[in-house]
């Protein structure tokens, strides 16, 4: 069965974005490959240090899959920029080979300061590959709470269309997350997708928690699991079923350390696993501010 889908799990979400209770963003796209985890936090958007306004990640992936699927490579840039107190710009380029095909995506998104109690995002994607989509777009709106702003809700709508003319996704995330004073974030939601053909529904949940300070490290866990809709075009599917409507499971794992001021490195490990094939992923990258 050669299908394709949108893991529901990608609908932006502040897990996704960690877009945080100040107001910050991180390097990360809303649209980042599956393979790359979540970005730890960056600087407060409306707090710019002079000279500071930006970071460039400069990455690579590896992933073996089972099930008689060939193994992933992944190659990307990705970052973000301040383009004024209260704006950041997201984006992201990425070059994969997944399931014998090799593909470019791009991505950019928005990050903007409303009011002191609001925020929102709005991204857009696209792919040249099967397994990418063809189009993909993002918005979501952010709430702070309680007098410190350690509360922030979220909810985010996702549509996207894919390559083969056919299947499309909408998605719908909603998110709370808890911005410690003690240098930690913590981060769940439920994602809500809808998969055509065939009006397929999934949920699926997750949550995240990222620790560390900036300038020095931080180190972020994420877990999602719940049903997809369909595999991606080229997975071969060993195994019973019908390849729609299953359940997976995903965990990611990510270490940002500083070596200078400016500069350091960036390592993750992933680990997916569905009915038909499981996937183990390793990545690193150097990154810049500036």
Same mark, same amino acid.
């Given at each position: 069965?050669?299908?394709?889908?949108?893991?529901?799990?990608?609908?932006?979400?502040?897990?996704?974005?960690?877009?945080?209770?100040?107001?910050?963003?991180?390097?990360?796209?809303?649209?980042?490959?599956?393979?790359?985890?979540?970005? /730890?936090?960056? /600087?407060?958007?409306?707090?710019?240090?002079?000279?500071?306004?930006?970071?460039?990640?400069?990455?690579?992936?590896?992933?073996?899959?089972?099930?008689?699927?060939?193994?992933?490579?992944?190659?990307?840039?990705?970052?973000?920029?301040?383009?004024?107190?209260?704006?950041?710009?997201?984006?992201?380029?990425?070059?994969?080979?997944?399931?014998?095909?090799?593909?470019?995506?791009?991505?950019?998104?928005?990050?903007?300061?409303?009011?002191?109690?609001?925020?929102?995002?709005?991204? /857009?994607?696209?792919?040249?590959?099967?397994?990418?989509?063809?189009?993909?777009?993002?918005?979501?709106?952010?709430?702070?709470?309680?007098?410190?702003?350690? =509360?922030?809700?979220?909810?985010?709508?996702?549509?996207?269309?894919?390559?083969?003319?056919?299947?499309?996704?909408?998605?719908?995330?909603?998110?709370?997350?808890?911005?410690?004073?003690?240098? =930690?974030?913590?981060?769940?939601?439920?994602?809500?997708?809808?998969?055509?053909?065939?009006?397929?529904?999934?949920?699926?949940?997750?949550?995240?928690?990222?620790?560390?300070?900036?300038?020095?490290?931080?180190?972020?866990?994420?877990?999602?699991?719940?049903?997809?809709?369909?595999?991606?075009?080229?997975?071969?599917?060993?195994?019973?079923?019908?390849?729609?409507?299953?359940?997976?499971?995903?965990?990611?794992?990510?270490?940002?350390? =500083?070596?200078?001021?400016?500069?350091?490195?960036?390592?993750?490990?992933?680990?997916?696993?569905?009915?038909?094939?499981?996937?183990?992923?390793?990545?690193?990258?150097?990154?810049?501010?500036?």
């Amino acid at each position: 069965m050669n299908t394709i889908f949108l893991r529901s799990s990608l609908a932006l979400s502040a897990a996704a974005l960690l877009a945080p209770a100040m107001a910050q963003t991180t390097a990360a796209s809303a649209a980042a490959p599956i393979t790359e985890p979540a970005a /730890a936090p960056a /600087a407060p958007a409306a707090d710019f240090e002079p000279g500071q306004r930006g970071r460039v990640d400069i990455g690579a992936g590896f992933s073996s899959l089972t099930g008689g699927n060939s193994n992933w490579n992944d190659e990307y840039v990705r970052g973000y920029v301040g383009l004024k107190p209260g704006t950041v710009l997201n984006w992201d380029l990425a070059s994969q080979r997944h399931f014998d095909q090799r593909g470019t995506v791009g991505a950019l998104s928005l990050t903007q300061t409303l009011s002191p109690w609001w925020y929102m995002s709005v991204g /857009a994607s696209s792919g040249s590959a099967d397994f990418q989509n063809k189009y993909r777009g993002d918005i979501a709106i952010y709430r702070k709470w309680t007098e410190s702003q350690q =509360w922030v809700t979220g909810l985010a709508l996702m549509k996207s269309a894919s390559r083969d003319g056919i299947h499309r996704d909408t998605g719908i995330t909603a998110s709370v997350a808890y911005y410690s004073a003690n240098d =930690w974030v913590g981060e769940g939601g439920v994602v809500y997708n809808k998969s055509n053909p065939g009006s397929v529904e999934g949920y699926r949940g997750f949550a995240a928690l990222t620790m560390g300070r900036e300038k020095q490290h931080y180190f972020t866990a994420r877990i999602d699991h719940g049903k997809e809709g369909y595999l991606p075009t080229g997975a071969i599917a060993n195994g019973a079923g019908d390849q729609v409507g299953f359940q997976s499971t995903e965990l990611s794992l990510q270490w940002r350390q =500083w070596l200078g001021k400016d500069w350091g490195y960036l390592v993750g490990g992933q680990f997916y696993r569905n009915p038909y094939y499981n996937r183990k992923g390793l990545s690193a990258a150097v990154f810049f501010d500036f």
